[in-house]
C-alpha cells in the first residue's frame, strides 16, 4: 500500500483487561488491517500497538481504554488509567505513550463511551436522535452517554454500573460481589456475579434457568433508572451477557412494567423493540467508536 | 414607569400546582414588579398572569410550569401540559396562551429545569462548571439537568423524582405513597410520604426524630445514582423537605459511604460542602429561572 492510498486513513485502539484491539481503516465497512494483542504489561502492550499503528500514515488516531481513566484535559495526568485491579496498569498514561511518538490528533476516551460514539457515529438511525446511551453488560457493567450528540463526562466519567437497585434479600439472599459496593448493579448483574451465584459461567445457564429471569429485572430497575434521570432516547444494551437474546424481550417487558405508564411517550408505550435495542455494531462497537473518534478530530 | 426605562425588562413565570408566581425585572437583584396567584382554573389564572406582563415592554418572557409537559417543538401539543391530578389543567396549552398575546420571543420550560437553569445562571460559581443537577424535594420530587451547560430534555424530560431505589423494608415497612410505583425515589422520600409515614406534617418532625436520618438515607440513594450515572459538577438541593438543613451533612456524609471510595475525585472525596449544597437564590430559583431563560432568548 502506498502512502497515497493511505490518505485519510486512522487508527483506532480498543485497550481492554485480556485485549487490545487495534485497527485501521476509515469506516466499519473499509477496515485496511486490524490486530489482536495479549494485555499484559503496559510497556510491552503499548509498544506492540504502537508499532502496528507506525506502519501507517494516520491522519489522526483514537484511543479508547478500560477505565477508570482521568479524561479532565486540564489534569496533569491526563490520558492516564487512574485504578484498576490489573496488575502493572495504574497511573499508566495511555495518551502520553502516544502523543510521545505521534504528532497527528489523538483522542482519547474510556471504552465505553467510544462504544456508545461507535454506535452513534456509524448507525445512520442513531445519528437522527440527540441522546443515546451505549450499556455494557460483561465482566463489568458500564455505561456511556450521548446527551446533545456528544459524549457526556462530567466531573470524571460515568460509571452507571455501580448505580444501587432495589434487591429483595427474601427472593435472592446472594450478597453481591462488587469489593466496592457489594450488591450494586454491577456487584448483581455482572458475567462473574452471575457466575458466582449460580456456581456456572454465564454461557452454561441454560434458556428456562431463573437466572435469567432474576438478571432481566436487575437490569431493567437500572434502565428505569436512567430512564427517569436522563430520558435518553435509545438504550443500546452489549457485552458478554447481552449476548443471550432472550434477555432482550424480557427487560423490555419489565421496563414498561415499572414504569408503569408515568412517561407519556409513544416511544415507551409500545414494545420497544426500537428503544431497547442490541448494538447494531454487534461486538465491534467499541474499536469502531475509536475509529470514529480519530475521524471527529482529524 | 415609562417604556424608555423598560428597555431590556424581562418577564418571568412560575406556575405551580398551588401558586403562580409572575416578575418583571432584569435580575435577582433588579426586580421591578412581582405577584403571586393563586392556582384555580387554567382561564382565570392564566388571564390574570397575561394580564400582568401587559402592563410592561417586555423583550421576552420564559414561562416556567409544574409537568409533565410537552417540551417538543416538533408536537402538535407543544407548550402543554399533558398529564396533572390537578383538575381540569391536562391538556392546557400555556405557551399557546401566552403566543396569542405577545408578539415577543417566549420560553417554556418545565420548572425544576428553570430552577436548575436559574441556579446556574445567575450564580457566578456555578457558571464556571459545565453539569449542575438541581432537585427539588417537597411535594413532589424532581430534578432538572444542566449538561453541557445546557437544560437537558432527553425523550420527554427526567423524572428522577420516581427512580427505583433499595428499600429495606424490614427496617422501613412503610410501601411508600406514589400513586405509579409505590416505593420510587418520590414515594419514600416527598414530603407528602414523609407525613403519611410519620402521621404528623414534616415540618412538625423534630431534629432528632428517627425520620430524618432515614430520609437522607433515601436522598443519599438517589443522589448516589446520579452522580454514578452522569457525574455532575454540583448538586443543588432544594424544595420544602430541605428547608430542614440538618439534612445536609448527613446526606453528604451518606453519599461518601455509599460511593466508598470508588470515584477517584476530590471533590467527592472531601466533605462535599461545595458538592451538594442549598440552592443558592433560596426558594426563588424558579422565578429566577424563568426570568434567566426569558434573557436568553431576548
Not at 52 to 58: A, D
Not at 142 to 160: D, F, M, S, V
Not at 202 to 213: G, K, S, T, V, Y
Request: glycine letters at 10%; a positive charge; proline letters at 8%.
Amino acid at each position: 500500500m502506498t502512502t497515497d492510498q493511505n490518505k485519510n486513513l486512522f487508527g483506532g485502539m480498543e485497550g481492554g483487561g485480556t485485549k487490545f484491539v487495534c485497527a485501521v481503516g476509515r469506516g466499519p465497512d473499509a477496515i485496511v488491517d486490524e490486530i489482536r494483542l495479549q494485555t499484559t504489561t503496559p510497556d510491552k502492550t503499548l509498544s506492540q500497538a504502537i508499532a502496528f499503528f507506525q506502519k501507517y500514515n494516520l491522519s489522526a488516531i483514537g484511543l479508547a481504554s478500560f477505565g477508570p481513566l482521568d479524561l479532565d484535559p486540564a489534569s496533569p495526568t491526563y490520558g492516564s488509567i487512574t485504578a484498576t485491579p490489573k496488575p502493572g496498569w495504574v497511573g499508566t498514561n495511555v495518551l502520553a505513550a502516544f502523543q510521545f511518538v505521534f504528532k497527528v490528533p489523538l483522542a482519547f476516551e474510556l471504552d465505553v463511551n467510544a462504544a456508545a460514539f461507535g454506535e452513534y457515529s456509524w448507525i445512520p438511525e442513531n445519528r437522527k436522535l440527540d441522546s443515546l446511551v451505549y450499556f455494557t453488560i460483561g465482566t463489568g457493567i458500564g455505561a456511556g452517554l450521548i446527551i446533545n450528540r456528544k459524549i457526556t463526562h462530567g466531573l470524571i466519567h460515568p460509571e452507571a454500573g455501580h448505580m444501587r437497585l432495589p434487591h429483595d434479600r427474601k427472593k435472592d439472599p446472594f450478597p453481591g460481589n462488587c469489593p466496592f459496593h457489594g450488591d450494586c448493579f454491577e456487584g448483581m448483574a455482572s458475567g462473574p456475579a452471575l457466575a458466582r451465584r449460580w456456581r456456572r459461567p454465564a454461557e452454561m445457564l441454560p434458556d428456562h434457568h431463573p437466572a435469567w429471569e432474576q438478571e432481566a429485572t436487575y437490569i431493567a430497575y437500572a434502565l428505569v433508572n436512567v430512564i427517569l434521570v436522563l430520558s435518553p432516547k435509545r438504550i443500546v444494551l452489549g457485552g458478554g451477557v447481552m449476548e443471550h437474546q432472550t434477555l432482550f424481550p424480557s427487560i423490555r417487558s419489565k421496563v414498561r412494567g415499572l414504569l408503569n405508564g408515568y412517561l407519556a411517550s409513544p416511544v415507551l408505550a409500545g414494545t420497544m423493540e426500537d428503544y431497547i435495542v442490541p448494538p447494531a455494531l454487534g461486538r465491534r462497537s467499541g474499536i469502531l467508536g475509536a475509529l470514529a473518534l480519530a475521524k471527529k478530530i482529524a
